[in-house]
Nanobody
Framework: QVEVVESGGGSVQAGGSLNVSCVAA????????MTWFRQSPGKEREGIAA????????HYADSVKGRFTMARDIGKKSVYLTMSGLTPEDTATYYC?????????????????WGQGTQVTVSA
């Protein structure tokens, strides 16, 4: 059983930066893709960034492209999201997901393992 644990986040003023981290603990198998989602009240969960653990190729949603950067540490089974140029529209709970079943990377239904989420709040 894979346990996904996020850390980081917090509060920042618009234009600032924050980092969030995620570790996929307890995995004895290969994790092919890890993805960050976010969700704010009344909105659907949005896939914003993903990274392939082998090769390091990434996907970004248009809403974060050029502002967010995702990286991975294979040995630590961890991924990191560096967020800059934050705006109030980035305020959300950020979730890390693993256990990708294939298909569209940004579809939350394609992931088996989820973290508990970490809050990011950006004030104007």
């Amino acid at each position: 059983q894979v346990e996904v644990v996020e850390s980081g986040g917090g509060s920042v003023q618009a234009g600032g930066s924050l980092n969030v981290s995620c570790v996929a603990a307890g995995s004895s198998g290969h994790i092919n893709l890890m993805t960050w989602f976010r969700q704010s009240p009344g909105k659907e969960r949005e896939g914003i960034a993903a990274i392939y653990t082998v090769g390091g190729d990434t996907h970004y949603a248009d809403s974060v492209k050029g502002r967010f950067t995702m990286a991975r540490d294979i040995g630590k089974k961890s991924v990191y999201l560096t967020m800059s140029g934050l705006t109030p529209e980035d305020t959300a709970t950020y979730y890390c997901a693993a256990g990708f079943r294939g298909g569209i990377w940004s579809d939350p239904s394609k992931y088996k393992n989820w973290g508990q989420g970490t809050q990011v709040t950006v004030s104007a």
